[in-house]
C-alpha cells in the first residue's frame, strides 16, 4: 500500500470489484461438473432452503431483477432441476419449485463449499469474517434479509460434510 489515500490499490471499491469478478472464475471449475453456472447455483441454494417460491420472492431473495433472473430459471426449468407454474389461486404469481433432479443435485452441492475453502486456502472462520466483513457493502438501499440476518458459517471440510436437511417445502398459500 502506498500513502495515497487516492491510489487504486487502496481503494475498497477496487478490492470488492475485483474479487467479486474473481470469485465467479473460483466457482466456475467448482459448478461445472453440477451443470451450473454461479448464478444458477445461487437460484438452487435459495430453493434448498424453501420450495416453491415465486419469482418475485427469489428476485428478492438473490437481489436480483425478475427480469434478470427469469432466464436462469427457464434453463433450469430446462436441464429438468425446477418447474415454473403459476399459482392457482393468483395467476399473476409465478412459481417456481425443484423436481427431484433438483432435489437430489444438493447432495452432490454439499462438497462445493469445502472445495472453494481449499482453492482459496481459507478455513470456515475465516470465510466466515470475510463474509460477515461484506455484509454492510452487500446491502444497498433495500438490503435483503440474506444480508441482514447472516447466520454462523458451518464448520466442516470435505471429510466431514453436513447432513442433507430436508428442503422446507410449503403447502397451498
Not at 419469482?55 to 434453463?75: H, Q, W
Request: net charge positive.
Amino acid at each position: 500500500m502506498t500513502e495515497d489515500i487516492l491510489a487504486l490499490e487502496n481503494q475498497l471499491c477496487f478490492a470488492v470489484v475485483t474479487a467479486a469478478r474473481n470469485v465467479v472464475s473460483i466457482y466456475r471449475p467448482v459448478l461445472e461438473p453440477l451443470g451450473l453456472t454461479h448464478p444458477q447455483y445461487l437460484v438452487m441454494l435459495a430453493l434448498w432452503e424453501e420450495s416453491p417460491r415465486s419469482l418475485g420472492e427469489l428476485a428478492r431473495e438473490l437481489a436480483m431483477e425478475p427480469a434478470t433472473l427469469s432466464p436462469l430459471i427457464k434453463r433450469l426449468e430446462a436441464q429438468g432441476r425446477v418447474t415454473r407454474s403459476r399459482r392457482s389461486d393468483d395467476e399473476r404469481v409465478l412459481e417456481i419449485g425443484l423436481t427431484e433432479a433438483g432435489r437430489s443435485l444438493r447432495r452432490d452441492a454439499l462438497t462445493v463449499p469445502s472445495q472453494i475453502m481449499e482453492r482459496v486456502g481459507m478455513d470456515a472462520a475465516e470465510v466466515g469474517r470475510l463474509r460477515d466483513a461484506l455484509v454492510r457493502f452487500a446491502g444497498g438501499a433495500g438490503g435483503t434479509r440474506r444480508l441482514t440476518a447472516i447466520r454462523p458459517l458451518p464448520h466442516y471440510h470435505a471429510g466431514a460434510l453436513p447432513a442433507n436437511p430436508a428442503t422446507r417445502v410449503r403447502g397451498p398459500a
